[in-house]
Structures are given as structure tokens and as C-alpha cells.
């Protein structure tokens, strides 16, 4: 069965260059998560989109932003990046309309190191 | 906001060995879900509980959503090396936000 795509899997930048992430959900998928996982740590929420509008917003700082495009692919955009900003991001999918399930499915993770 | 107390941190058995780890939070869920992550990779969802009471198996793992709806356990039986990884609760809430415990790092000797 098709899985929740991201790419590019890993990403190497330098402070305060910019970053763009992509995912692509599952097939007839509607809404799409951004998690942010630092080392030892567990996912942390940063923002999700259901049919191409924003849903709900986490801890995800100024500097990023993310949409949700007419073939519900989605990318996050990272400006200015951190040193802190190294982290494991990952995209989940799930189903929500007409009450479905809402099980979130990741992606295998983009890694960002920023030197 | 929402916190899961996910216990125990970390736990290193012998092959062959059944697994207990469980998450309570002072939240009330609609859902529970559990995963697996090994390091590198993205969160793999293990099961899914809808309702309170739901006991639910797949394959080896089992896993129950607590009556008050608070709380979860997930139980591995017959614990083979395969089984190594991070194991993490999260709990769905308004059916769009997902909240994870800390995590369950599971060591397996064989």
C-alpha cells in the first residue's frame, strides 16, 4: 500500500539559509501533520492542514511556514534556519472527512542538519 | 495543555519475554494510538483504540483503552529481537491533534 512520501530524506544547510521539505500523503488523505522530533525527544506538533486549509497550529516558529497544495501535497518552508533547527521532520496523513478514522500515518522523515 | 506520563522510560529483557508499558494523562482521549519508531525512521502505527473499554490485539501486541478514557496499556508477548525500538502512546483529541508520551525504549537480549 502507498505510504506517506517525503523528500528530500536528508538536508544539509548552513545558518540562516533556507529549507523547503515536501510530503505527499497518502491517496485520498486529506489532512496532513508536520511533527518535529529533536534527538531523544518525541514528536513535537508544529501544524496540520485539512483540504488545503490550515487546521491547527503548534509549536512551529515564525521563520517556517507550510501549505497544503491542490493535489493535498504539502511543504514546509524553513527561513533563516537555526542551529537548533537540526531535527528529524516528519509528515503524517490521515482521513478526517465525514468522521473517519483520524489515524495519523508517517512518513519516513526528512533529516535537517544545519551547520 | 495535554501530557502524557508514559512509563516505563526504557526497558531491557530477555528474548522471550512479555513487554507491559502504559500511558495515563489527566485529559480525557477519543483515541489511543500506539507506535513504533527504530532510529532514523518515521513512527509506525502498531494499533488504534476508539473506544473506552477496546481491547485490541495484533499479532504478538496488545494493547487496551482505559475506561476513563485517560489511560492505555500496551503489552508484547514472546519478545523477539525484532521487537527493539521506541515504542510511543499518543492520544487524539477534537480528531485532529495528536499528543505523544516521551517514549518507551525497548532493549531486547537475546
Known amino acids: 500500500a502507498a505510504g506517506v512520501i517525503q523528500s528530500p530524506r536528508h538536508l544539509i544547510k548552513e545558518k540562516r539559509e533556507t529549507a523547503t521539505l515536501k510530503c505527499y500523503p497518502i491517496p485520498r488523505h486529506d489532512t496532513v501533520y508536520w511533527y518535529q522530533q529533536g534527538p531523544g525527544q518525541d514528536p513535537q506538533f508544529l501544524i496540520s492542514?485539512?483540504?488545503?486549509?490550515?487546521?491547527d497550529k503548534g509549536s512551529i516558529p515564525d521563520r517556517f511556514s507550510a501549505q497544503q497544495f491542490s493535489d493535498y501535497h504539502s511543504e514546509l518552508n524553513m527561513s533563516s534556519l537555526e542551529l537548533g533547527d537540526s531535527a528529524l521532520y516528519f509528515c503524517?496523513?490521515?482521513?478526517?472527512?465525514?468522521?473517519?478514522?483520524?489515524?495519523?500515518?508517517f512518513g519516513e522523515g526528512s533529516r535537517l542538519t544545519v551547520l | 495543555g495535554q501530557q502524557l506520563n508514559q512509563s516505563p522510560q526504557s526497558m531491557f529483557i530477555q528474548e522471550g519475554e512479555d513487554v507491559s508499558m502504559n500511558c495515563t494523562s489527566s485529559s480525557i482521549f477519543n483515541t489511543w494510538l500506539w507506535y513504533k519508531q527504530e532510529p532514523g525512521e518515521g513512527p509506525v502505527l502498531l494499533i488504534a483504540?476508539?473506544?473506552?473499554?477496546e481491547l485490541t490485539s495484533n499479532g504478538r501486541l496488545t494493547a487496551q483503552f482505559g475506561i476513563t478514557r485517560k489511560d492505555s496499556f500496551l503489552n508484547i508477548s514472546a519478545s523477539i529481537p525484532s521487537d527493539v525500538g521506541i515504542y510511543f502512546c499518543?492520544?487524539?483529541?477534537?480528531?485532529?491533534?495528536?499528543?505523544f508520551g516521551a517514549g518507551t525504549i525497548l532493549r531486547v537480549k537475546s
Open positions: 492542514f485539512y483540504e488545503k486549509m490550515q487546521s
Open positions: 499518543a492520544g487524539l483529541i477534537d480528531g485532529n491533534k495528536l499528543v
Open positions: 503524517a496523513s490521515s482521513f478526517r472527512r465525514g468522521g473517519g478514522p483520524g489515524e495519523l500515518f
Open positions: 483504540l476508539y473506544k473506552a473499554g
